[in-house]
């Protein structure tokens, strides 16, 4: 019988308790014993996710995909990763292995991932040199992958129809008075829409590669000198610009919301900032990041099998958008947008509407050949 003696007071939630008794009878199934104590995952997303310590003592990770918040498919991908994992292990980036799932009621049990987020390492200026070829590297491998089998991703970002013909009702009825504001801007910049649209249709276009859709510093985890990637609900058929643009986009996005501190030994910044300094910092904070991206670049470069001359260009959108799309997320958080998170915006709305003016400037400086 399962016991909830977890330290915290989310683990006795009935979501909480609910999915340990789902986790207790899918690992039955593979031999392992009940689940005795719950504890909420460190960072908090659209599922539930719980980890979660056996009878044995062994540790899990536990995950309840809800269809309305992730969509139809993101169980379903998730599962066909761990195929794909399977099947390719040369291809497939270290991962915590699936241990069962229970489709009916969209769980997913994982082996237990005890490494830390590169997304926490980069705010203690403990990012790995070495991270930046790894990455290059492992999403070279990721993309040369077999294909056979696979759906195509459909990611929901951009969300051009919420962009050109409106939020749904339901939707609009739960927002914040920060999203109103972003969201009514957006809707009134037709070269933003316009640019997105074209985005869209260019991915369309190129749903060639296996990627993993979605990718993000808090999902890339480094436990014992070694890299794992976490999250595969958006794994598919997709364009490699995706994986490589968003990966970029984080380091950009962080390097902006750095110009009002003082990481990695810059100058304390003004008590007060006109557009004239902030754009300055804005600019000696991503010329700083510049070199990561550009060595995360170059080892993609050295390590993909294919020729795609129209790579860069699309990957500097991808970036462009995550920045605007970082702004969309964290707008229900907060009651009003701060300046910081607008500038963000405002360097992704540029490169999305000309990326190839900002290639070279961003590191992409070369094609996979």
Not at 23 to 49: K, M, S, Y
Not at 122 to 149: C, K, Q
Not at 178 to 196: I, R, S, T
Not at 330 to 337: G, I
Request: hydrophobic share 40%; proline share 8%.
């Amino acid at each position: 019988m399962m016991t909830a003696t977890a330290p915290h007071p989310q683990s006795t939630t009935p979501a909480a308790r609910h999915a340990a008794g789902l986790a207790t009878t899918v690992l039955a199934g593979h031999g392992r014993e009940a689940v005795a104590d719950i504890a909420p995952a460190a960072f908090a997303g659209r599922n539930g996710t719980w980890n979660m310590r056996l009878r044995s003592g062994e540790k899990v990770f536990v995950k309840h995909i809800s269809a309305q918040t992730s969509g139809p498919m993101s169980f379903g991908r998730s599962v066909a990763f761990a195929a794909f994992a399977e099947q390719s292990p040369e291809c497939a980036p270290a991962t915590p292995q699936l241990i069962g799932s229970d489709a009916k009621n969209g769980l997913l049990v994982f082996e237990h991932c005890p490494g830390t987020s590169l997304a926490q390492l980069l705010v203690e200026e403990s990012m790995p040199d070495t991270f930046p070829e790894e990455a290059g590297a492992l999403l070279a491998r990721l993309h040369a992958g077999p294909t056979f089998g696979l759906e195509r991703s459909a990611p929901p970002s951009p969300p051009v129809e919420m962009l050109a013909v409106g939020v749904p009702h339901t939707r609009y009825l739960e927002f914040t008075v920060a999203e109103m504001a972003l969201w009514a801007e957006l809707q009134n910049d037709p070269e933003l829409v316009a640019a997105a649209d074209r985005l869209r249709a260019s991915e369309r276009k190129h749903q060639e590669r296996p990627i993993h859709g979605d990718l993000r510093l808090d999902q890339f985890h480094l436990h014992n000198g070694s890299l794992c990637v976490l999250d595969w609900e958006e794994f598919g058929l997709g364009d490699p610009a995706r994986d490589l643009g968003m990966l970029a986009g984080e380091w950009i996005y962080r390097a902006v919301l750095d110009t009002v501190t003082t990481r990695g030994g810059a100058s304390a910044p003004p008590a007060r900032f006109d557009d004239e300094s902030a754009s300055a910092r804005i600019a000696e904070r991503m010329a700083a990041i510049v070199p990561s991206i550009r060595r995360m670049w170059t080892s993609y470069g050295d390590h993909a099998n294919y020729e795609d001359p129209d790579l860069p260009v699309r990957a500097t959108a991808h970036l462009g958008w995550h920045l605007v799309d970082r702004t969309i997320t964290r707008a229900p958080m907060v009651s009003r947008l701060p300046g910081i998170e607008r500038a963000a915006a405002g360097v992704g709305r540029e490169a999305l509407l000309s990326p190839g003016h900002y290639v070279s400037a961003l590191g992409f400086e070369r094609t996979p050949r």
